[in-house]
């Protein structure tokens, strides 16, 4: 069974986060820098192509969640150091707090890193580019609290968690202007390969999930209530 | 032959945190079963001399430490500049560190910085024949390998709550203190503050023995054909502050808010739990209202014992999943729980 091909929603809400950053700052431009089977980044176009306004680059390659992050994180950031015309002082790298690489938590800082970015975050739910061109930015913390940071301003990287925004809405003239530059970049896309040296695994399992339920049907809900206290105090 | 370090960061008030113990455990226990490898303890902050006093008596032979009022702030810029200096002033070849937001920002960075690897959501460090190996989680909490890398520095982020924190005694700790050359770029960003939710309306407790999981199910009709949101709402809170038990919640509720739907005003993104959320680590869970699918089902994975409060006896998210179905409607039953934990302290 193929299972479809979309976004993981922390890389879909930098998405949405970057076109609603680019809308509102005049002159501003997202690049969506995405590494994955041809075939398998054409779906994914499908999907978000009438989301928001954006120009593909696209990268060829694996995007199993066993790729090594630092790998993922080497390509993605020689396709954007690639970008003509980049003004890499004006750069704001979006992307997925726990994305690429799946859950890894690695793969941004490493991309921040190699393009020379210090200013990173993570977990971000919020940001707001103040009139000095300043960046407040809201990054979770331990225990359902908020770290609020300003920084100077770009460049900068930005690992997002949820945001604050809905998903928009699909667009079809939105789908028509981005199809015009995703068709030639999935034709053009290049080619990665990763070669996982020096990493063994040993063994990769799925957990036991399976609990042998007790399923309590003729109590009362007060007989219920008791029980659930006396389990809570034990 | 290995060096292993133990990185950590002071908290505001000097002290070490229990994610910190934790890993500090696991570095210990490895340092013990590599023979002739070396035990290094470094560690960041303002003032590290009362965390590195609070373990004195842990088996370390160095204590290394990076101080300065540019440390306290948990900032990429200083922090990764900091883990850099210690790391090479150790000669680290095994780095374990507690997954806290500080160090989860920053550890991946400095391995690449070092020519390392950086490995995250870590469960378990061993070894065996002088062979290092680590198990970790893949793909959010749904898969988990045992693993091994020849690259050094090898960063191992431990997640917190997977260990058991260290014992070890005070005592008096002698640290060198590392120097380190910030740049301007290393300071860009100031911390302002932290935002929280007063001190009632918190509801994300991650040290509390029980999590309480909210589903959809409480915002739908019930059986008289009208919601009851102001009940709900009145129910869950009231349990939170007798129980003094953790929210979690299920995507389809907290995403309730940005499709128009009704809501409990309360529940925010943070308190969602599973696939797309959180894997808080609690003793104890307690689910009402949610209904089963796979993504939830990864929010229960690292809860112990687990019970559930459905109408629904074929209730996916408890079937083979809960240790307890109890099929009951959870108005009624945590409304009575209310009354009787009003009456007994937990």
């Known amino acids: ?234 | 032959m290995e060096v292993i370090l133990i990185l950590a960061h002071a908290e505001a008030d000097g002290s070490l945190a229990k994610s910190a113990r934790e890993a500090l455990h696991a570095a210990a226990t490895l340092h013990k079963s590599l023979a002739g490898s070396k035990f290094v303890i470094g560690l960041v902050g303002e003032n590290v001399q009362a965390a590195a006093n609070s373990i004195a008596a842990c088996t370390a032979t160095r204590y290394l430490g990076v101080t300065g009022a540019d440390f306290a702030q948990p900032r990429y810029g200083t922090d990764a500049a900091a883990a850099e200096a210690i790391c090479k002033a150790a000669q680290a070849t095994v780095v374990v560190a507690p997954a806290t937001s500080r160090w989860a920002r920053v550890l991946a960075g400095v391995a690449q910085r070092l020519g390392g690897r950086a490995d995250t959501h870590v469960t378990g460090v061993s070894a065996a024949d002088g062979k290092i190996s680590v198990n970790r989680w893949y793909y959010r909490q749904r898969m988990e390998s045992s693993q091994t890398r020849t690259q050094r520095p090898w960063i191992l982020g431990i997640d917190p709550g997977s260990q058991t924190p260290c014992v070890c005694g005070a005592g008096n700790a002698s640290v060198e203190k590392i120097s380190v050359n910030l740049t301007d770029a290393a300071t860009r960003t100031t911390i302002i503050g932290v935002r929280e939710p007063k001190a009632d309306a918190q509801t994300i407790r991650p040290d509390a023995k029980l999590l309480f999981v909210t589903g959809a199910g409480w915002t739908k009709k019930q059986a008289d054909g009208q919601t009851h949101l102001p009940e709900a709402e009145k129910i869950i809170l009231d349990f939170l502050k007798k129980s003094r038990a953790s929210l979690g919640s299920s995507k389809s509720l907290v995403d309730q808010s940005g499709e128009g739907q009704a809501i409990l005003p309360f529940l925010s993104h943070l308190n969602q739990v599973g696939q797309t959320g959180a894997t808080p680590r609690h003793p104890k869970g307690l689910s009402t209202c949610c209904h089963g699918e796979e993504p939830h089902t990864v929010g229960w994975r690292f809860i112990g014992e687990r019970r559930a409060i459905s109408l629904d006896p074929n209730c996916g998210w408890a079937r083979g999943k809960a240790d307890v179905l109890y099929v009951a409607d959870a108005f009624k039953v945590m409304m009575k729980v209310n009354e009787l934990l009003a009456t007994k302290s937990i």
Not at chain 1, 54 to 81: P, Y
Not at chain 1, 152 to 159: R, S
Not at chain 1, 170 to 180: D, F, K, L
Not at chain 1, 209 to 221: A, F, G, H, N, Y
């Open chain 1, 1 to 234: 069974m193929m299972l479809p091909a979309v976004l993981d929603p922390w890389a879909g809400h930098a998405l949405y986060e970057a076109a609603n950053l680019a809308k509102n700052q005049p002159g501003s431009k997202v690049w969506l820098v995405s590494l994955g089977p041809k075939a398998k980044l054409q779906q994914v176009m499908m999907t978000v192509a009438q989301r928001v306004p954006f120009e593909l680059v696209a990268l060829d390659g694996s995007a199993s969640g066993f790729t090594d992050a630092t790998e993922t994180a080497g390509a993605l950031a020689e396709a954007i150091a690639a970008i003509a015309g980049l003004d890499k002082s004006k750069l704001l790298v979006f992307g997925g707090w726990e994305s690429a690489s799946r859950g890894a938590g690695a793969t941004m800082q490493i991309v921040g890193e190699r393009l020379g970015i210090l200013d990173q975050f993570q977990g971000v739910d919020e940001l707001k580019v103040n009139a000095d061109g300043s960046l407040e930015i809201l990054e979770r913390i331990e225990g359902g609290k908020h770290q609020v940071s300003q920084c100077a301003g770009a460049p900068a990287l930005l690992g997002w968690a949820t945001g604050n925004l809905p998903e928009p809405k699909n667009n079809p003239q939105v789908g028509m202007v981005n199809m015009r530059t995703v068709m030639p970049a999935l034709q053009k896309a290049k080619p990665v390969k990763f070669a996982g040296e020096g990493l063994s695994f040993a063994s990769v399992s799925l957990p036991r999930q399976l609990r042998e339920t007790q399923v309590v049907k003729d109590k009362s809900p007060d007989d219920i209530a008791k029980e659930i206290v006396e389990w809570i105090k034990m």
